[in-house]
């Protein structure tokens, strides 16, 4: 049996998930399955134990793990002003770092640019389609299998739900020219157990933040909000 709020292996007399504290009464059903075959094998047909823990870890994956949430962009700051783009799929499970190459990228702008030239839009109008392709391109996230999202370049990884001790939020305002309006950026820090991860957002970041809310509750901790 596996919890299905973070995806631990739980023993079956388990009345609560020693990793995240879910409350296991729900799983009744599915401890009476364990017991009749649910992998649809008739029990008189002998399977080994390795071969039947794989099953119930592909069906907790590939059945029970759902989007519950999306922050389109995420910039992780490199050398000399540069940064490697992400997107953050947040299931039910884990979060799900997909890396959006340049290379990505730039065939959603020419795919934006073609559709613009067929639909004989004028350069701004076109222009203006680009910069939409390049925010709304993760967008196709929520559609993907969360597998497939992970598998989807090298760079991609995850971290699961229950192993984020905390999350940092901080609004940054650059007025270093006076005669410039200041730039908003959005600092967003992940203290897990696997390690620390720094990215930041352009902009206020209203809406990512409501997303971090809702799935991580007190977790998410604010400053110069």
């Known amino acids: 049996m596996f919890c299905r709020q973070c995806g631990k292996e739980l023993a079956l007399d388990s009345n609560f998930c020693d990793e995240c504290g879910t409350n296991m009464a729900s799983y009744s059903s599915t401890s009476a ?3 009749t075959g649910i992998s649809g094998v008739s029990p008189e047909v002998e399977t080994s134990g390795a071969e039947f823990t794989d099953i119930r870890s592909d069906m907790n994956q590939s059945t029970d793990e759902k989007a519950l949430g999306l922050i389109p962009v995420l910039k992780k ?3 000399f002003g540069r940064w490697d783009t992400y997107a953050m799929v947040i299931t039910n499970r884990r979060s799900i770092f997909p890396q959006i190459t340049s290379q990505m990228l730039k065939e959603a702008v020419v795919e934006a640019q073609r559709k613009g030239k067929e639909e004989g839009k004028g350069f701004f109008s076109r222009w203006a389609d680009q910069l939409k392709a390049t925010f709304k ?17 090298p760079g991609n990884f995850a971290i699961e739900n229950a192993d984020i001790e905390e999350i940092k939020v901080k609004r940054k305002e650059d007025c270093r020219d006076s005669e410039v309006a200041s730039q908003t950026t ?3 820090k992940i203290n897990a157990r696997s390690g620390k991860y720094a ?3 352009d902009g206020h970041a209203g809406d ?11 977790r998410l901790k604010l400053s110069r909000w």
């Open 208 to 218: 990512e933040v409501a997303t971090l809310k809702n799935a991580f509750g007190d």
């Open 186 to 188: 959005t600092e967003i």
């Open 77 to 79: 700051p490199k050398s």
């Open 199 to 201: 990215y930041n957002i």
């Open 137 to 153: 391109y993760s967008q196709r996230y929520w559609n993907m299998p969360p597998e497939d999202v992970l598998k989807e370049t």
């Open 33 to 35: 399955g364990l017991e």
